[in-house]
């Protein structure tokens, strides 16, 4: 990145506090490297809606189930499975969370829902 465009490097930036600093530099960070990414995938909408379930999908959902199998109690089981196969279930994937901006988290909390 040219140092025209990294707020670290420009003189207008470097006596400003941390809070102010992330607020003044978002519009610059737009360009810079990507901290990290966040999605939710549907574990099981097409297999609700009747369709076929993508085999990668397939292969996760599997993998939860044999997850639960192991680490559930067996009271609870029951109930995990019919959630499961009976409501639309999100997998959150993310990576390198801990390196996300501070000025993203709550909208990525406020989006979960």
Do not use: C, W
């Amino acid at each position: 990145m040219e140092a025209k465009n990294d707020p670290e490097k420009m003189p207008e930036f470097a006596n400003l506090s941390d809070d102010e600093f992330v607020k003044r530099s978002v519009r610059y960070n737009a360009t810079r490297e990507v901290f990290a990414f966040s999605t939710i995938l549907s574990l099981n909408y097409n297999k609700i809606k009747g369709r076929k379930q993508p085999a990668f999908m397939q292969g996760v959902l599997e993998y939860a189930i044999l997850k639960a199998e192991q680490n559930l109690k067996k009271n609870t089981l029951p109930q995990f499975m019919n959630i499961l196969h009976t409501k639309n279930v999100g997998l959150l994937m993310a990576e390198r969370m801990i390196n996300l901006p501070a000025i993203i988290v709550p909208n990525l909390h406020t989006e979960l829902p």
